[in-house]
């Protein structure tokens, strides 16, 4: 193929190619669609056969990471299990955007060295290793990246902009609040459910007060904090003995309630930019000079003069110890659990809160670096893992039992932990550790890159906290899935498909009948 590409493709043997298409939301002409209709034009002029389609629909170019189509090319490529000796492509940003050029680079090398060109179909030179086009490829990945570094500038602005004018940018609304949906005029629409999203794009969202018993539970916490002088666990205590839940429908700890009395929304300020993840970098968290900040936007629904009075507490409590006693107290949690997180000081009794470390040192890494502490990530994991192998043998006897009663014949291998049922077919049980994003939003992972693949992968989504069991996702081998799949609370209906609220539809199916009863 290295042809002008104003020839026909009669002149050229038959290849068999694969195809990707990808595209995220921001233009289109981007469509897989349009994309799927150039190639195919390409692949007429050059006598390709497509035999093969990967695709990644909504879904960012920046890296790899959550863009299965992919993922799932360059891992047939490289293992060997690719039928076909080319892949087609749009162009240089579909195979995409990434910042590090070198990044785009090494997976078209991937593919290259197990013998698969990689070819743009739109762009203006062939991919043939010459000067000429190796040149214009390196441009070309210059530009994607910085398209992308250009368009996250406009967004920023562009929400520091919403954010001034009164209207909330993401996230859930918290205890005590509910997000109005509002059109460009400012006029009230309906309440957002959780969950629930904007679907006109100049529609807007803006925080108002909830339920009037919510409103009165989040007033009375503050008056329970300054006036009858209770600490934030005493507080935890008494709302779940009384029956009452967070918004998310959990039972309140010290770190809830706390996050309740420092969040400057119950006052009706509208706060942003806390945090920065911009290109899919690590998140960090902004220092105070960096926030953006809209005072009076929403309806307060507790008193300013209480909320100060309550935030002086707060800082209080720290300024009586030194900067040495704060230290000691971290150190000591420190020794206790291992790891240090944000949550976890929160949640810790007889501490300093999380704020206060940072008001003091100026962040909470800086924090961790004094009590000789240098995370390369939230430990918090460590804790639920634990949890998680406690959990593991209970919930496998549970399903070894179930089988058994059905009348299935199961052996479990203890080696790599592979079930095989009725000698015939062979399933795995992963438990999946349950995390919650900042917004709120649940997510499990799920893994099927084990050296033995089952017939049947039986993940089973934990809920927070991992004691108790959420649902089950009977995922078969054969859907050709990637090693890795990251679960929301609600997913795409070709995932969705795979899930059970119980296992019976898998004893079901195992059951053994006995021939003269089926006769």
């Keep these: 193929m290295t042809a002008p590409r104003n020839e026909i493709s009669s002149g050229f043997p038959e290849v068999r190619a694969a195809q990707y298409v990808r595209m995220s939301t921001e233009h289109q002409r981007y469509s897989t669609e349009n994309q799927a209709d150039a190639i195919r034009d390409y692949a007429a002029r050059y006598n390709c056969a497509i035999v093969r389609t990967y695709a990644d629909e909504g879904k960012s170019g920046l ?21 076909f000796e080319i892949v087609l492509v749009y162009d240089i940003s579909r195979w995409g955007r990434f910042q590090d050029a070198d990044e785009s680079a090494y997976y078209e090398y991937l593919c290259r060295r197990a013998g698969v060109r990689v070819e743009y179909c739109a762009e203006p030179f062939d991919n043939d290793g010459s000067l000429g086009s190796d ?9 994607a990246g910085e398209y992308s570094r250009e368009l996250s500038v406009k967004v920023f602005a562009g929400q520091c902009r919403l954010i001034e004018k009164g209207f909330r940018q993401g996230g859930p609304a918290g205890f005590g609040l509910r997000r109005q949906l509002v059109d460009e005029a400012g006029r009230s629409k309906a309440l957002l459910a959780r969950l629930e999203h904007k679907s006109i794009q100049t529609d807007r969202v803006v925080l108002v007060p909830g339920p009037s018993d919510e409103i009165e539970v989040v007033r009375h916490i503050y008056q329970s904090f300054v006036e009858d002088g209770r600490n934030e666990g005493e507080i935890a205590i008494m709302l779940n003995a009384e029956g009452i839940r967070t918004d998310l429908g959990r039972d309140w700890t010290r770190g809830t309630v706390h996050q309740v009395l420092i969040n400057e929304k119950y006052i009706g300020n509208n706060v942003w930019n806390r945090g920065t993840a911009a290109l899919k970098r690590k998140r960090t968290r902004n220092e105070p000079s960096m926030l953006i900040r809209a005072e009076g936007a929403f309806p307060a629904i507790v008193d300013r003069l209480l909320f100060d009075a309550a935030q002086a507490i707060i800082r209080g409590r720290s300024a009586r110890l030194s900067d040495a006693d704060m230290l000691d107290v971290l ?45 390369d990530r939230d430990f918090a994991y460590v804790e639920s893992n634990r949890r998680l192998r406690q959990r593991n043998p209970q919930v496998v006897d549970e399903v070894l039992a179930a089988l058994r009663a059905a009348g299935a014949s199961v052996v479990l291998d203890p080696e790599t932990a592979i079930l095989t ?27 099927l890159d084990g050296p033995v693949p089952p017939d049947i992968t039986i993940a089973v989504r934990m809920e927070p906290g991992e004691e108790a069991v959420r649902d089950y996702y009977l995922l078969p081998s054969l859907d050709g899935r990637a090693a890795r799949l990251r679960l929301a609370e609600r997913n795409e209906a070709g995932l969705d498909t795979f899930r059970f609220a119980t296992l019976e539809a898998l004893y079901e199916l195992m059951r053994r009948i006995p021939l003269a009863e089926v006769a």
């Design 63 to 83: 890296n790899i990471d959550g863009r299965a189509g992919l993922q799932k090319l360059i891992a047939d490529v490289t293992g060997g299990h690719a039928d």
């Design 135 to 143: 040149i214009q490829k390196m441009l070309k990945r210059k530009m």
């Design 331 to 375: 150190r000591r949690l420190l020794a206790e659990h291992g790891y240090l997180s944000g949550l976890m000081i929160d949640e810790a009794a007889d501490c300093p809160s999380s704020s206060a470390y940072r008001s003091r040192f100026g962040s909470l890494l800086r924090t961790y670096s004094l009590v000789g502490y240098a995370p």
């Design 421 to 447: 049922i009725n000698e015939e077919v062979t399933a795995a049980l992963l438990l999946c550790r349950c995390t919650q994003t900042a917004a709120g939003s649940l997510r499990w992972l799920i893994r």
